[in-house]
């Protein structure tokens, strides 16, 4: 399994969130607009002492799902890593909204920079990522179908697997899953990310019937002031039931449990992560602090819960080509 800082034995993953950030902005923004963060060795001091947390508390690896165009920075990630303790992985692919480099070339083009970077490194770093992202909105478009044809050819090329952004409350997922199906990509190398959005239990069951990993990291979303318990959508204790049910009906090997958390968030307006910390001020640790806590109180044991946050992670994500 690669990290930021060099490859490590599967078994090292340890506790493993599948899908988190560092700086979700824009590309290059850390270098072009530091200010944006008040400055980039503030903001990798701030982003330090978060993972240090996150670290002691008990989370030994996060997966950075941070792609190119939404600023992905490998050598801040790699000082974060050193001095936090906290093993993070990159990713390649391509995030929502199109750049006009990506935009313009082909899916067959966008798996050879995808796979370039998977084999040859990011830039000049070395560093390999260890998953392919692709992302899709509420309706998928053109752009978005090209870079999941392309995450599918790179995926069955090298054998890394592919970790999606998904609107689960309009079935996203299934969308996603027709996409890699239709190129022959062996549903087991995929996670279809934000799918606690939704509350229905055949959509995500069906998912996980076909093969599919269930990434279950939104819980917080399911928080009051977040507006759960309205409009459909479903409270953390509504989300966390679901992953109970997912175990009770034989999904206990195809669930991730992250918090899509991150120290920096330019692509959103200005204060918006100050406001969302204020409404989930555990950040990170949500999880371990209520959803794990939940889970056991509603009859999940502790293999179930090390399943979903250590050997889930580890098969998926260092289990190399799948057979």
């Not at 752009?143 to 995450?151: P, S």
């Not at 039931?241 to 449990?257: H, Y």
């Amino acid at each position: 399994m690669h990290t930021v800082n060099g490859p490590i034995a599967g078994a090292r993953l340890g506790v493993t969130a599948p899908h988190e950030h560092i700086l979700a902005g824009s590309t290059d923004v850390l270098r072009l607009w530091p200010e944006a963060v008040r400055g980039r060795a503030q903001f990798i001091d701030r982003a330090v002492a978060r993972l240090k947390v996150a670290k002691a508390a008990g989370i030994d690896t996060m997966v950075d799902c941070t792609t190119a165009d939404l600023g992905r920075n490998v050598r801040m990630m790699q000082e974060v890593s050193r001095r936090s303790g906290m093993q993070l992985v990159a990713v390649t692919g391509h995030w929502l909204t199109p750049t006009p480099t990506f935009e313009a070339r082909t899916a067959d083009e966008l798996a050879d920079f995808f796979t370039l970077e998977i084999t040859r490194g990011i830039e000049d770093t070395g560093v390999k990522p260890g998953a392919i992202k692709g992302a899709s909105g509420a309706e998928m478009t053109p752009f978005q179908e090209k870079v999941f044809r392309a995450a599918a050819r790179t995926s069955k090329r090298t054998g890394v697997p592919v970790t999606t952004h998904s609107v689960a409350r309009k079935r996203g997922g299934e969308r996603q899953a027709a996409v890699l199906e239709e190129e022959g990509l062996d549903p087991r190398r995929v996670c279809i990310g934000h799918s606690d959005e939704s509350p229905d239990f055949d959509y995500l069951a069906g998912l996980a019937k076909r093969g599919y990993t269930i990434g279950m990291d939104h819980l917080w979303y399911g928080l009051p002031a977040m507006g759960a318990g309205a409009n459909g959508i479903p409270t953390w204790q509504d989300r966390a039931s679901m992953i109970r049910r997912l175990i009770e009906a034989g999904f206990n090997d195809r669930i991730f449990l992250a918090t899509d958390w991150m120290s920096a968030f330019t692509a959103a307006t200005t204060g918006t992560l100050e406001t969302l910390s204020g409404r989930n001020p555990d950040g990170d640790l949500f999880n371990l602090r209520h959803t794990i806590p939940l889970l056991r109180q509603i009859g999940v044991t502790e293999p179930q819960i090390r399943m979903i946050t250590v050997t889930n992670p580890r098969n998926f994500f260092a289990a190399g080509p799948a057979t």
